[in-house]
């Protein structure tokens, strides 16, 4: 278990005169971009950025109308009328009329022909909200010129093609290049990779960034003072060990798995829901109106219980109407979902996320996490807990990738990039130019770097290359069936490649290839065995593998049914904030000569004319540069206080 605890000093919920809170203010600056990216955690408030952003440029910038896109129906109800003008400055609230909230009917035909309407029809209505599909579908039937003159809002952007198999992206590099539209791109997720890229690398650059650190946003709540993260493992079905994790008196979404995997076994959906139910206490009855089981406990507490995993719709829509108008925390105390309840999700008392089997992709546990952090009165703690089938790999070998992973989470909740670390190809004439360094390799027959454009990708990109091509449908489909290496490699991977950099000559795509492959050997190890407990190890020896990141979390083993629990160290924000300057280190690549001379020349000038300090997520690369110097005297000062080796000791992950 990690226990990362914050100074809760109120500054990221607290609201300016417009009524913006710190991460909100920091988006409205971008206002009058056409394209802005923002980047930034998961209950940090981003749908209130976008209505703040857009509704300035329906005002000020001759932007006409507005459409908002979610992955999934529930999360629309985040972008429904808000008020933004009382007890503020701001010039107007955000409505949406209900003929326009598509997120609102099932009918996706009429959805579509809504989404037109609005579009062709000269109405007051200038909001619509729908589903990334139905923006797909409606864009579709619209020709170029009807999307002049509007702003789309997409939520939860790094998962929209990996919902729709990239037609979405394609229908944003349509909207970028063939018409004046403006777009606001949003997303919880800061872990570059972990789905299918909307983007093409050209696209991505026309965006303006804005970035919020996670860090910052949890040492400003004003209540939330720490987050737990824990690994449990189980033998058997994990129903047999769920009270044993499962703490009735905190306010608890539980995730199960999915359907037909192997943590569910042959267990349906809906016989798993009663099965918890059953485990929470005696059913007493059914609040109908609301969509809620009412159970009491052994100690005689009343719980009241959502299913968000039924169904039928109507009865679900039944649930989604009572969950948008929670008015306290009494309201609700459990809710059980499958696929839903994660990106998005608003359930501002939620302590406690319990998700049982092991998640494919470090973007959804993120997300998942991200349910438990908001800020509320009376929370003061929030836990992650993953519940496991045991692996039937040496102890030795989970409790390093439990290491691994929590450390993987731990650098991604910073903003940082954790994917496996490059090695440094060369031919044999370059190493003859250039020396040998530590993490140097020789390869016979490696086709040298012959562009600059090449060289970028290789030694800038190659960690987001190999996150795209692992997500890649494709990639799966081969490695889960009986395709030969050859084609793997001479065939899928440079299609891939040419997707992500449709720029590239074919040369410059062979020599990308190579150096990728080459990486994927030295990193990635073959796992063979595929039972759920084994796909955590084989999770962190593909996407995360962090070694060069010297951190031990691991502090004990403790008895769990009949295999066992790790728990971690206490991470504090002291700790934490180190975590983060290492991992900067490791990425600056600048000497501390180079950062003083920064530090007594450019940063001065710098200090002369900005009050606040250069930020390295700054969307200028010569005032990022300036943060980095910064970062390199700190640390440097701080090591040289330890009595360690500044350049040793960053080698060594200290």
Request: charge should be neutral.
């Amino acid at each position: 278990m990690v226990n990362i605890n914050y100074l809760q000093s109120g500054a990221s919920s607290t609201t300016n005169q417009l009524g913006m809170r710190q991460m909100q203010a920091k988006a409205y600056e971008a206002r009058d971009k056409r394209f802005v990216l923002l980047k930034a955690p998961p209950a940090s408030g981003k749908s209130r950025a976008m209505m703040f952003v857009a509704l300035d440029k329906l005002k000020h910038q001759g932007i006409k109308r507005v459409v908002v896109a979610v992955p999934e129906k529930s999360i629309g109800r985040s972008f429904g009328n808000t008020v933004l003008t009382k007890g503020t400055e701001f010039h107007s609230d955000w409505k949406v009329v209900p003929y326009y909230n598509l997120c609102d009917t099932d009918n996706e035909k009429d959805k579509v022909q809504r989404f037109k309407e609005f579009f062709q029809t000269d109405s007051q209505a200038n909001i619509l909200v729908c589903t990334h599909a139905t923006l797909r579908f409606g864009l579709a039937e619209l020709d170029d010129e009807a999307c002049n003159d509007t702003l789309f809002g997409i939520d939860e952007f790094h998962h929209t093609s990996a919902d729709v198999n990239n037609g979405l992206g394609e229908n944003i590099r349509r909207i970028m290049n063939n018409s004046n539209a403006h777009i606001f791109a949003m997303t919880g997720s800061y872990f570059r990779g972990d789905g299918v890229p909307v983007l093409r690398a050209e696209d991505e650059l026309r965006f303006h960034p804005v970035t919020f650190d996670y860090y910052e946003q949890l040492n400003g709540y004003k209540h939330l003072k720490s987050l737990g993260l824990g690994y449990s493992f189980y033998q058997g079905h994990y129903i047999t060990a769920l009270h044993q994790v499962l703490d009735t008196n905190k306010k608890t979404i539980i995730h199960i798995p999915s359907v037909q995997s192997r943590a569910a076994g042959a267990v349906d959906k809906y016989h798993q829901v009663k099965q918890i139910i059953d485990l929470c206490g005696t059913t007493i009855g059914h609040d109908y109106d609301k969509g809620i089981t009412l159970v009491r406990t052994k100690e005689g507490k009343e719980l009241k219980i959502v299913d968000l995993v039924e169904d039928d719709a109507k009865k679900r829509n039944t649930v989604y109407g009572f969950l948008q108008n929670l008015k306290s925390a009494n309201d609700v105390d459990i809710i059980i979902a499958l696929g839903t309840a994660k990106e998005g999700f608003d359930w501002e008392w939620c302590e406690h996320c319990l998700t049982i089997g092991v998640r494919g992709s470090l973007t959804e546990v993120v997300q998942i996490i991200g349910r438990c952090t908001r800020d509320s009165e009376g929370k003061e703690h929030a836990q992650f807990t993953n519940l496991i089938a045991a692996p039937d790999a040496t102890q030795d070998d989970v409790t390093n990738a439990i290491n691994d992973m929590l450390k993987a989470i731990t650098a991604s909740l910073l903003m940082e990039q954790v994917m496996a670390p490059s090695w440094n190809f060369k031919t044999r004439k370059e190493e003859a130019e250039g020396g040998h360094h530590e993490r140097d390799i020789v390869v016979e027959g490696l086709k040298p770097l012959s562009t600059a454009r090449s060289k970028q990708i290789v030694t800038e990109q190659l960690n987001d290359l190999k996150a795209t091509v692992l997500q890649d449908p494709l990639i799966a489909k081969a490695l889960s069936g009986d395709t030969p290496p050859e084609v793997i490699n001479k065939v899928i991977i440079p299609k891939i490649i040419q997707e992500t950099y449709p720029d590239l000559t074919p040369e410059e795509n062979e020599e990308v290839r190579q150096r990728f492959v080459l990486e994927m050997m030295m990193n990635g190890k073959e796992e063979k065995r595929d039972s759920e407990g084994n796909r955590l190890i084989k999770l962190t020896n593909l996407f995360v593998n962090i070694n060069d990141l010297s951190i031990n979390l691991i502090d004990s083993i403790n008895p769990f049914q009949r295999a066992y629990e790790v728990m971690s160290k206490q991470l504090t924000a002291p700790v934490l904030k180190v975590i983060q300057n290492t991992i900067a280190d490791k990425k600056l690549n600048m000497s501390i000569e180079e950062a003083v001379i920064l530090y007594k020349g450019p940063y001065q000038e710098y200090k002369k004319k900005h009050t606040e300090a250069p930020s390295l997520n700054h969307p200028d690369p010569k005032i990022r540069r300036l943060a980095q110097a910064i970062n390199v005297i700190k640390n440097f000062k701080i090591r040289k206080e330890m009595g360690l080796d500044y350049e040793s000791s960053i080698k060594k992950g200290k």
